[in-house]
């Protein structure tokens, strides 16, 4: 009995459902239907004989197998896409763009546009991924450009803005009275929106407790949609399908954000970029977002 295959299509559309946080986005971004991502994702339950996300009121949450099938696709991505990187550079104009998952959505469409603005006709890949492991990964080579959290590096970059950040729940979500501590869902350690939101409630004097956490963002915003607590996330773009801004905690100040190219990329292609990530955050500190 032949073995089931992971389709690559698939697994590029599960990953932008994980990062777009719904299919709707991942589809917008992906420019294809809702109903091509749909499929993607059945045709990957069909492979492992399990759902790997579920339906959960208006929004979606991945299954435990999910996350663990989220965690090695987005291995799988990697090396697929360094691969082609190496062997078809050669044959073509291709340009990598990396990008931490916070506001990918959001980065990811500017980014190629402002690309493919000044190098008409080139292939356009990309990497999400922790701010550290981007940084390493331009510093190899195998991304050309990235967009991360400065802190959460040990590169600094160069500055290009700051994230805005705000608190999101489910719809009607009520923080417990006090003295009870405010419930948090978070990416796990090391995250520097994580230490973020517990230093901004700490200097405020709001006892808080982080009830849930995940490694990748996809299973924060899952664990938020149940209503067991609120996160801190960026706040560029629409909400997160099932979630809403939440104002009933201390505001929390934008958190710097760095690019970075590799070495030896095309200075115009760069500068491109840089720009477009600034003119992105700029525009979301003049909205007051």
């Not at 420019?31 to 790997?52: D, F, I, Y």
């Not at 492991?133 to 050309?144: I, K, M, N, P, Y």
């Not at 996330?233 to 979630?243: T, Y």
Request: charged fraction near 20%; proline fraction near 7%.
């Amino acid at each position: 009995m032949s073995r089931p295959v992971l389709d690559i299509v698939a697994l590029r559309s599960l990953t932008a459902v994980a990062d777009c946080g719904g299919f709707h986005r991942a589809a917008r971004t992906l420019a294809l239907s809702q109903s091509a991502v749909s499929q993607h994702v059945r045709k990957l339950e069909k492979a492992l004989g399990h759902p790997v996300v579920e339906r959960e009121g208006r929004g979606t949450r991945f299954t435990p197998e999910g996350r663990l099938l989220l965690e090695q696709a987005r291995r799988i991505l990697a090396v697929h896409d360094e691969a082609l990187r190496v062997l078809l550079d050669a044959d073509g104009d291709t340009v990598t763009i990396g990008s931490t998952e916070h506001a990918a959505d959001q980065f990811l469409p500017r980014l190629t546009a402002a690309v493919q603005e000044v190098r008409p006709g080139c292939r356009v890949r990309y990497r999400i991924d922790r701010s550290a492991r981007l940084v390493e990964a331009v510093e190899r080579g195998s991304v050309d450009v990235a967009v991360y959290v400065t802190e959460a590096a040990a590169t600094e970059g160069t500055p290009v803005g700051g994230l805005p950040l705000s608190w999101h729940a489910t719809p009607g979500w009520r923080r417990p009275d006090a003295p009870s501590p405010v419930p948090l869902v978070a990416i796990e350690e090391p995250c520097a929106i994580r230490r973020r939101a517990i230093a901004t409630l700490a200097a405020q004097g709001v006892p808080a407790t982080v009830v849930g956490d995940a490694g990748y963002l996809a299973g924060v915003l899952d664990i938020a949609r149940t209503g067991q607590g609120v996160a801190l996330i960026a706040a560029v773009g629409a909400a997160p399908d099932g979630l809403t801004r939440y104002d009933g905690l201390p505001a929390v100040t934008p958190i710097p954000m760095s690019a970075l190219a590799r070495p030896g990329a095309d200075p115009t292609t760069v500068r491109a970029a840089f720009a477009a990530v600034r003119e992105l955050l700029g525009g979301a500190a003049a909205d007051g977002i």
